[in-house]
């Protein structure tokens, strides 16, 4: 590991195309020490077999994604939806991760009504966040981009998800800062900075915005250094705050997804210290 990637964590959405093994190869290969995982590929190489991997590469993993999708006002979807979280808090817990990351959930068919969405989701909260403590793992409530709000995620802010977050122990539910849903918001700085007087960042995750955005949004995260966001500006506010964990690159582009992975990752260590660090 290389000082220049001492805190740089790679999410394995950013080259899906590595299946794990090859993903952790390459990393420790380059000296990246930190990995993002997701739940699907995950849990179709099963969680503990997963973490000897990572563990056996010399990796850490920072985080898993996801949890979340607490909207809907349904009796039985509720249960469903608080079952799933609890499994993924397992899946955490055996992968060594203290971070599951939250994508909340939007709008319920023929609802209209965000801020009882995210009632809901606090209320979905106070269930899950003694499981997570009994696990040591954080739920971390991922604000993303308002273009989201109706389908996926009703928290569209930071501040949104800090009024959510500040409802519990710190060590029960945080917040995960993601440069590509949070850069345009003028508030974002003193948000920053009120997460970290109560030190609620769990992980600060890092993707630039293009334009004009490609087809379906999902997939149109940019590159390091390849769209508009003062990426390193965003780093310093988190490490001002009191932030000194992973920064994780989590990019879903068509682009890189039909690149050799290898080539991805190496291009993504060097963009992160031109851009980020």
Not at 50 to 76: I, W
Not at 144 to 155: E, S, T
């Amino acid at each position: 590991m290389t000082g220049d990637y001492a805190r740089l964590s790679i999410n394995q959405q950013t080259v899906k195309q590595l299946p794990l093994p090859e993903l952790t190869e390459h990393l420790a290969r380059l000296g990246v020490p930190g990995v993002g995982l997701w739940r699907g590929p995950v849990r179709e190489y099963g969680p503990e077999r997963a973490a000897r991997l990572v563990r056996d590469a010399g990796l850490t993993v920072t985080s898993l994604c996801r949890g979340g999708f607490l909207t809907d006002p349904g009796a039985q979807a509720r249960e469903r939806a608080l079952a799933d979280n609890r499994r993924a808090l397992d899946e955490a817990a055996a992968l060594g991760t203290g971070v599951l990351v939250l994508v909340a959930g939007g709008l319920p068919p023929g609802s209209r009504d965000l801020p009882g969405a995210r009632e809901r989701i606090a209320d979905a909260l106070g269930e899950l966040a003694p499981y997570a403590r009994e696990r040591g793992v954080t739920l971390a409530v991922e604000p993303l981009h308002p273009m989201y709000a109706a389908d996926r995620c009703a928290v569209s802010t930071l501040g949104q998800a800090l009024d959510l977050a500040e409802r519990f122990p710190a060590a029960e539910v945080g917040v995960a800062v993601d440069t590509y849903h949070l850069w345009w918001d003028d508030g974002l700085a003193r948000q920053i900075a009120r997460a970290g007087r109560g030190g609620r960042i769990a992980l600060f995750q890092v993707a630039d915005w293009v334009t004009p955005l490609p087809e379906g949004v999902l997939t149109g995260r940019g590159q390091l250094g390849d769209g508009v966001i003062d990426l390193r500006g965003l780093r310093a506010q988190a490490d001002a705050a009191g932030y000194a964990g992973p920064v994780e690159v989590e990019i879903f582009n068509e682009g890189l997804w039909a690149r050799d992975g290898a080539r991805v990752l190496a291009e993504t260590a060097e963009r992160y210290v031109r851009h980020v660090r």
